[in-house]
């Protein structure tokens, strides 16, 4: 059987290849794509920014599948849920090896084992594609029979990344005031946490009309512009928030100068959660003595663990009908239309794109 796929043949080169669909191994599981999530970090990877990438590969590491076939002895999905073809999956892209110091001693992730990507020619969990084999070991979920794909989509992988930062760096505590620096997924999904957990206040700060609109539709309070200069905004968050400064501040906006400006409008005894500055390499100058003095705590995370995929598909479910997520999937593009869906990624035109294989 053969299936389409968007393979990335070197930088800046996709193509669409017909590649060879293989059946599951024991444990695994054969997909055909229902949505293939185009997160920001792909833009990264066709460009080569994300450094050096195991060529030709099959771009996508964001999906939603419909089970095909089960790998021998396969009956449940990841959870004990049980499985049969025919059910929707969503999946975490990290297989986990369960044999390093990362996976065994930390219980921490990245492990070091992990193989992001495979060869285009071989066994291929790539989500650009028509069909996704997903190794034993790669985490799938079943969607609740009452899921709307689209809402599940909608924050992609940041949804799972930002619950990771606030396992890692501490929940948002009820009647507490956040900042989110910047509102792409990763900021929306930070908002639409915080907006759950019970914050009292959450500003946002970003650059684009449409991505603020939907940071409000998702529990933002205050929406503040990149046009305000850096010390109106900073007056404006402590006008928000009060003299003491939010409790919590999240960097989602992945440029370098937000690093000493999140430092700065930390409050007292604040948290700044960094998340975004993933593909940003550089540094920036903040003050030492602002930690001590203001008693801060500034950590990162990266690389959500299988239970955060978990948590963000039934999160999702749980509000699909309350927030109008499904509403974020603002583009779709077929297999072949890849090119096209990052282009339009990268412009920042979009808030959500994704590959739908049934468009042609
Ligand atoms: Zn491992
Ligand atoms: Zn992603």
Known sequence: MLGRASVLVKPNQLETWDVEIADPEPGGALVSIVLGGVCGSDVHILTGEAGEMPFPIILGHEGIGRIEKLGAGGTTDYAGEELKAGDLVYWSPIALC?????????????????????????????????????????????????????????????LPTALRGFDRCGPI???????????????????????????????VIDGSPIRLEAARTLGATVAIGLDVLPDERRRMVYDCVGRNGPNVVVEAAGVLRAFPEGVDLTGNHGRYIILGLWGAI??????????????????????????????????????????????????????????????LTKSGKTIKAVIDPTVS
């Open 98 to 158: 369960h044999r390093c110091y990362s996976c065994n001693v930390l219980d921490e992730t990245p492990c070091e084992n992990t193989r992001f990507f495979e060869d285009a020619s071989k066994p291929n969990w790539g989500s650009y594609a028509d069909y996704a084999w997903l190794p034993n070991g790669m985490p799938f979920y079943r969607l609740p029979d009452n899921a709307q794909p689209e809402a599940v989509a909608a924050l992609g992988c940041a």
């Open 282 to 343: 550089g540094t920036q100058p903040i003050s030492p003595r602002d930690l001590t003095i203001k008693n801060l705590t500034i950590g990162g995370a990266t690389f959500p663990k299988p239970k955060h995929y978990y948590q963000a598909l039934h999160l999702a479910v749980a509000l699909q009908d309350r927030l109008p997520l499904r509403a974020l999937v603002s583009h779709r593009f077929g297999v072949a239309g890849a090119g096209e869906a990052l282009a």
């Open 173 to 203: 505590r009820l009647g507490e005031t956040v900042v989110v620096q910047g509102a792409g997924p990763v900021g929306l999904s930070a908002i639409l946490i915080a907006a759950q957990a019970g914050a009292r206040e959450i500003v």
